[in-house]
Nanobody
Framework: QVQLVESGGGLVQPGGSLRLSCEAS????????IGWFRQAPGKEREGVSC????????YYTDSVKGRFTISSDNAKNTVYLQMNSLKPEDTAVYYC??????????????????WGQGTQVTVSS
């Protein structure tokens, strides 16, 4: 089965940085997308960033553009989310997710097929 395991969350002060990791297993394809989503208490889940293997394109929600960077390490079957200049409003549980498919899944931030357990990110002084 496809399994996704997130790590790297924690407590950080405003302006600080964290790097989240999503390690995938049971998955072998060159045609997939992996996205990061987050959910804060009392709010809907929102798409944060996404990367498409078919064309290498990356996508970001407006609130994180210029601060977050998504990348992949194929040898480690891992996708990263580098988060810089963190703000209190970034506080949420962050999930990675994946589906087989092309970049349209990323463009629309569609709900994906396989999800990790989530990792808590708290930005507070």
């Amino acid at each position: 089965q496809v399994q996704l395991v997130e790590s790297g969350g924690g407590l950080v002060q405003p302006g600080g940085s964290l790097r989240l990791s999503c390690e995938a297993s049971g998955f072998s394809s060159d045609y997939y997308v992996i996205g990061w989503f987050r959910q804060a208490p009392g709010k809907e889940r929102e798409g944060v960033s996404c990367i498409s293997s078919s064309d290498g394109n990356t996508y970001y929600t407006d609130s994180v553009k210029g601060r977050f960077t998504i990348s992949s390490d194929n040898a480690k079957n891992t996708v990263y989310l580098q988060m810089n200049s963190l703000k209190p409003e970034d506080t949420a549980v962050y999930y990675c997710a994946t589906s087989l498919g092309g970049s349209s899944y990323c463009e629309e931030f569609l709900p994906l097929d396989y999800w990790g357990q989530g990792t808590q990110v708290t930005v507070s002084s």
